[in-house]
Nanobody
Framework: QVQLMESGGGSVQTGESLRLSCVVS????????VGWFRQAPGKEREGVAA????????YYADSVKGRFAIMHDEPKSTMYLQMNNLQPGDTAMYYC?????????????????WGQGTQVTVLA
């Protein structure tokens, strides 16, 4: 059974940092794509970042480039999203998801497996 479990969300002040974790089980982590997505109330889901377990290409939404970093820990089958200089506009439920290939369409969110999400709230 494939499971993706997010953690690390919370409430922070503007300019602070958070690190989200996504633990992948029942699915080959190395060589497959894990993405982070977010959805704020009343808004469409947005692709935030994606990368391959075990390293390789990384992908970012323009809105987070230079502030967020996606990192993997292969022995732990975990993909992290380091979020720095958080802004109120980053407030959303954050989800991780997995599929075999990231590719140029990763941001569309057509992933096979999804976690339950972790809430990030950035206070002004």
């Amino acid at each position: 059974q494939v499971q993706l479990m997010e953690s690390g969300g919370g409430s922070v002040q503007t300019g602070e940092s958070l690190r989200l974790s996504c633990v992948v089980s029942g699915y080959k982590f190395y060589g497959n794509c894990v993405g982070w997505f977010r959805q704020a109330p009343g808004k469409e889901r947005e692709g935030v970042a994606a990368a391959y377990g075990g390293g390789g290409s990384t992908y970012y939404a323009d809105s987070v480039k230079g502030r967020f970093a996606i990192m993997h820990d292969e022995p732990k089958s975990t993909m992290y999203l380091q979020m720095n200089n958080l802004q109120p506009g980053d407030t959303a439920m954050y989800y991780c998801a997995a599929r075999s290939v990231c590719g140029s369409t990763w941001y569309k969110g057509d992933f096979d497996y999804w976690g339950q999400g972790t809430q990030v709230t950035v206070l002004a």
